[in-house]
């Protein structure tokens, strides 16, 4: 046979192995299809079909009663209308159904459209083309490379945020140069750098002003980012190569091609739809025992607009689609495919779904999440939004969900994901809400705009991530980490809980504790690992963090052991008294850094770790019961130049009972992705100051005040370019404490002054005569306060 049969039996074997059923290789049922076939012939190898459609009905009719292969031969099958899958579609696990690529060959399954366009001039270097009715023109290809919509400002690799960001993209002089606007977007950041938010522009107010609607892309919205933002399908903002615009209204088509390119002989391509391929069961009737193996997924649309749905307890809204939806799906797998340059989601396992396999896949360039688990929100008890409140005496005491709407016992394994988030900024690799016991197992993650990896609430746990490699992310946002978590729970902001309560209550969301381990992270613009906002019961064990730090906000029973923080340290946030943390038998470069931590003691345990620094950095924090044991000394790492950050034999981590974990197995394993992945960036031991980390402060008024660490901004709640004055020790008798200033308060303007800075305030000051009968404009515990200096006697 032509084809490799075996193959395709391996993946047979492969999904019953893993359902730990056996397998059989029986009389099997071979439906060939061809983009060069015809439907109305056998599927025969030498008589193929020409479609998915043709193929799945033929399927369909043996599926369960025999095995079945869809085998599908090189070259694109545009499918025209999404393909639908029910639980007439599926297999058993002696007789599973599989749809595979010929080994070796090229299999490209797209939502989009080749369009045979007849080019004329339009003016210098674009061209103009009608394009037949009833298409959709939401993206353009050229020789497979999506192009630009029209755009201000023009696309810019190089760029930090969105490829190109201007202030003035709405102003009233650029829009007074746009003749008709309707249909055009509008792409902004969120204020503090949350994600983004987008807007569909409806036309032009009488007064000029743009009429716009949207925004609704963030669970804590806010205004439009003042300087990142930028337009686009706006006509007269057609003047870079590689941009295009279509107008509608008159059905043509204007493009500006690159250089080199002839659109004579160009393979010119639109998209046409948002889901490819649809798997629609239920929990009594589930698509079952399917695989898909070996496919492209290209040309799906943007969905941006779609994205509103607010999840139950995060920042993030969501769009729940995507290229393949599943929904009421078991025992389904798909590996070894490509995920590239989609509009939106990868791969949506939405609500009631088990054991759904994604292994050996490539996701790259997309436009929104890689993989995302989002399960239904009304199965979890209690439920609130992240700014929602909860009484005791109200609250549902029973531990887990109410019902079984939701993903669990799902893997993710050896994929590579990269570049997600081209168009969605709040996003990420693999995004999980709502679900249980989802697996992430080495996986290579990198080149994302916020997280690479976000658990979103503690519903319902058991998320074990490990053997991962993670890296470059949080490039586009802020406030955020290469792991981000929330946890706001039904303890969350509970009113009326008996002392010594909460850490009970906390464990009736999570009733199964997340695992972190064995991976390796490293974020350059946030932490290494983010838990955020209630973040509880968690195992963090065995994990190189490379840059940016661990941060534990406001949570219980983190247990984090074993760990290497090259460079930085532990962030501790916010922690509860009694806690139940612990932070032992690591390695840390540097003193904590902690902020607001006003509890007498910090956590169960933390001690028994060893400092590469300084005797002061262990010390500094001992008054809150940490590093009685701990010790200060050189690690001896094996060679950490390379990578290598075992201890030798001789360190004292190893009579602290630090344990050596493997160095060489982060990330994918198989040869085709691994020849393909990058590697994160070393840092340079002899360069990592932790001195750098340490941030100047001052007296004033008897009061200790300094500027605002970078984590210290989410601690506030105030965008990393708010400048100000933070106010870590207020003691009762000082003159700061009479004149009615506290401890944590973060002060925010002087009269009409914004603080940039320690620098600013104390010259600020001393041009008032110390400050006196100034009013200063407060951050405390989330509200603003109005204080106003008195002459001190």
């Not at 760029?159 to 650029?174: H, L, M, W, Y």
């Not at 697996?439 to 658990?455: E, K, Q």
């Not at 139940?580 to 007498?600: E, K, S, T």
């Not at 003691?731 to 940039?756: M, N, W």
């Amino acid at each position: 046979m032509k084809t490799s049969s075996t193959r395709h039996w391996v993946l047979c074997f492969i999904i019953a192995a893993f359902l730990g059923t056996g397998g059989r290789e029986s009389f099997a049922l071979d439906i060939y299809v061809s983009p060069h076939g015809n439907d109305a012939q056998a599927g025969t190898e030498k008589k193929p079909l020409a479609t998915l459609q043709a193929a799945q009905k033929k399927a369909r009719l043996e599926a369960g009663r025999q095995p079945v292969r869809v085998i599908l031969r090189a070259g694109t099958y545009y499918l025209g209308e999404t393909l639908h899958f029910t639980s007439e579609d599926s297999g058993t696990s002696q007789f599973p159904v599989s749809y595979a690529a010929t080994e070796g060959e090229q299999v490209v399954v797209s939502g989009g459209q080749r369009l045979q366009l007849r080019w004329t001039r339009y003016r210098e270097g674009m061209f103009q083309a009608r394009i037949p009715s009833g298409l959709a023109m939401d993206q353009l290809f050229v020789n497979g490379k999506r192009m630009d919509m029209a755009r201000y400002p023009n696309f810019d690799p190089n760029a930090e945020k969105f490829g190109g960001t201007a202030d003035d993209a709405i102003s009233p002089q650029r829009v007074a140069r746009w003749q008709n606007p309707t249909g055009g977007f509008i792409h902004a950041m969120h204020e503090a750098l949350w994600g983004d938010m987008h807007w569909i522009i409806l036309g032009k107010n009488v007064d000029g002003t743009l009429n716009y609607e949207g925004g609704w892309q963030n669970n804590r919205p806010s205004p439009m980012h003042k300087n990142f933002r930028f337009v686009e399908n706006i006509r007269e903002e057609l003047d870079a190569p590689g941009e295009w615009f279509y107008d509608a209204q008159n059905g043509v088509l204007y493009f500006y091609p690159p250089e080199g390119v002839n659109l004579n002989s160009a393979v010119i391509e639109s998209v046409q739809l948002a889901h490819l391929m649809e798997f629609r069961g239920s929990m009594d009737h589930p698509v079952r025992f399917l695989s898909l193996e070996g496919l492209t997924f290209h040309h799906a649309a943007r969905t941006f607009m779609q994205n509103k749905e607010p999840l139950l307890r995060t920042d993030w809204t969501i769009y729940r689609g995507g290229a393949l939806l599943l929904e009421g799906c078991e025992d389904l797998a798909i590996s070894d495919c490509n995920f590239e340059q989609l509009g939106g989601n990868a791969v949506f396992v939405n609500n009631y779904n088990r054991r759904v396999t994604v292994k050996g896949c490539e996701i790259s360039e997309n436009g929104a999440n890689g993989v995302a688990f989002v399960g239904d929100p009304t199965a979890a008890r209690n439920a609130i939004n992240w700014k929602g409140h909860n009484d005791y005496t109200n609250i549902d005491k029973l531990a887990g969900p109410l019902h079984e709407n939701y993903p669990a016992d799902c893997l993710v394994e050896d994929c590579l994901i990269q570049r997600c988030g081209r168009f969605e900024k709040q996003t990420a690799a693999v995004e999980i809400d709502l679900a249980r016991n989802i697996t992430v197992r080495h996986c290579s993650i990198y080149d994302m705009p916020r997280a690479g990896l976000n658990i979103g609430d503690g519903c319902w746990g058991g998320h074990v991530v490990e053997y991962c490699d993670i890296f470059d992310t949080v490039k586009e946002t802020g406030d955020h980490g290469s792991f981000n978590s929330w946890g706001r729970d039904r303890f969350w902001s509970l009113a009326g809980a008996p002392a010594g309560e909460l850490i009970n209550l906390a464990q009736l969301d999570i009733v199964k504790p997340n695992t972190l381990r064995n991976n390796r992270w490293r974020c350059d613009h946030g932490w290494d690992v983010d838990l955020d906002d209630g973040s509880s019961r968690y195992l963090i064990y065995n994990n190189l963090l490379l840059h940016g730090g661990l941060k534990l906000r406001e949570g219980f029973l983190r247990v984090a052991t074993n760990n290497i923080i090259v460079g930085n340290s532990l962030h501790p946030h916010v922690w509860f008294p009694n806690s139940g943390d612990i932070f032992a038998r690591n390695i840390v470069m540097g003193a904590y850094r902690p902020a607001i931590m006003d509890v007498a003691q910090w956590g169960a345990e933390v001690d028994h770790n060893l400092f590469t620094t300084s005797e002061a950095d262990r010390d500094q924090f001992r008054s809150k019961g940490c590093d009685a044991d701990s010790l200060v000394g050189d690690a001896m790492f094996v060679d950490p130049a390379s990578g290598d950050f075992r201890v030798k034999e001789g360190s004292p981590a190893l009579r602290l009972g630090f344990v050596n974990f493997p160095m060489n197995e982060f990330g994918v394993q198989s040869p085709r992705l691994k020849s393909k992945a990058r590697t994160p960036e070393i840092p340079d031991l002899h360069r990592v100051d932790p001195a750098t980390f340490r941030v100047p402060t001052a007296k004033w008024l008897g009061a200790q005040v300094r500027e605002l660490e970078g984590e210290e901004y989410s601690s506030i709640g105030v965008p990393k370019d708010a400048g100000g004055i933070y106010l870590v020790e207020v003691p009762a008798k000082s003159d700061a404490f009479k004149a009615g200033l506290r401890k944590f308060d973060f002060i925010d303007r002087i009269d009409e002054h914004s603080l940039k800075g320690l620098k600013d305030f104390l010259s600020i000051l001393g041009k008032a005569g110390g400050g006196t009968h100034s009013k200063l404009l407060l951050h405390r515990k989330g509200q603003e306060v109005i204080v106003t200096l008195s002459p001190v006697k």
